[in-house]
């Protein structure tokens, strides 16, 4: 591996993730939700998992920590050389990270190939990005995942297994839920590789997945985007009952005036499902019969 003390090296992707963690003077902190992924060769796959015509002109990672990462990027970013390079931009939310990064990268940075912006990534605007690759903070991985999907970009996201496993999971499967509904609604998914505990130091409790999401246009309908996802929220908070109950029992959370007017003018076969057995399209199909019948309040 190469890496001098100094923390230069030839010149992208080659830093070692235990000397970046050692130059950084602080180890990552489980209680605030920081795991540093020192495995060189899932840190070498991972920009690899972008589809093969993604933009990788301008990449975003959210939590740098100490730029293991950050250094794989740089080298995706560069690789066509300096006349055709991209740029990375890292939000990191602990300050003593982003101050690090800015040192150990203080070249890429005064090239205009790195950016480090300081900050929560759910409360800061996210720059225009063509690309995401990240080692999300798993405390808040849903929130952020769902900020990201909707600006339709290829991301190649690292997730807790449990919720990798239900991103990706079929009506039907137990792991199907709402959170398969939805990010399905706006990507292609799949898990392109599982990563061990032992993969990160310190360890999480739980084994990872990084998960690759394609952005595509559904094959169906949505009139109303936020009205379909409340409704698919709302129905899977009674997964347990039948179709026709989770909307009778789910107006407030829905927004639905008369889901007794729903209910009258669904398909029998489909009031007697269970929320699980719906796919992302018969979802649709019934959230739009809902709009149009169920006057939902502020749709």
Do not use: W
Not at 121 to 135: G, M, W, Y
Not at 186 to 193: H, L
Request: hydrophobic letters at 40%.
């Amino acid at each position: 591996m190469t890496d001098s003390p100094t923390g230069e090296a030839a010149g992208y992707g080659s830093r070692d993730p235990d000397a970046l963690a050692r130059r950084a003077g602080a180890r990552a902190d489980p209680d605030r939700d920081q795991h540093f992924l020192v495995d060189d060769r899932v840190l070498d796959r991972i920009p690899g998992y972008l589809p093969a015509d993604a933009d990788g002109s301008h990449l975003l990672e959210i939590g740098g920590g100490a730029g293991a990462l950050t250094d794989r990027l740089l080298a995706a970013a560069t690789a066509d050389g300096p006349a055709d390079s991209g740029r990375v931009t890292v939000i990191e939310r602990d300050g003593a990270f982003a101050d690090f990064l800015r040192e150990e990268f203080a070249a890429a940075v005064a090239d205009g190939l790195l950016d480090v912006v300081e900050g929560d990534a759910l409360d800061v605007d996210l720059p225009p990005f063509s690309a995401c690759v990240a080692n999300l903070p798993y405390g808040v991985s849903s929130e952020i995942a769902f900020r990201l999907l909707p600006e339709k970009k290829p991301l190649v996201l690292m997730f807790q297994a449990e919720f990798a496993d239900r991103m990706v999971a079929s009506a039907g499967e137990s792991e199907y839920g709402r959170l398969s509904v939805s990010a399905q609604h706006y990507a292609d998914v799949e898990i392109v590789e599982r990563v061990p505990k032992e993969a990160f130091d310190p360890q999480p409790a739980v084994e990872s997945a990084v998960v690759r999401c394609a952005p595509r246009d559904p094959d169906y309908v949505v009139g109303d985007e936020a009205f379909f996802l409340r409704f698919v929220k709302a129905l899977f908070t009674q997964r347990r009952k039948t179709v026709r109950n989770a909307v009778r029992n789910t107006a407030h959370i829905s927004g639905l005036d008369e889901p007794e007017a729903v209910v009258d003018a669904a398909d029998e076969e489909l009031l007697r499902s269970r929320p699980g057995k719906l796919d992302p399209a018969a979802f649709a199909a019934l959230a739009e019969l809902a709009r149009e019948r169920g006057s939902p309040t502020g749709a």
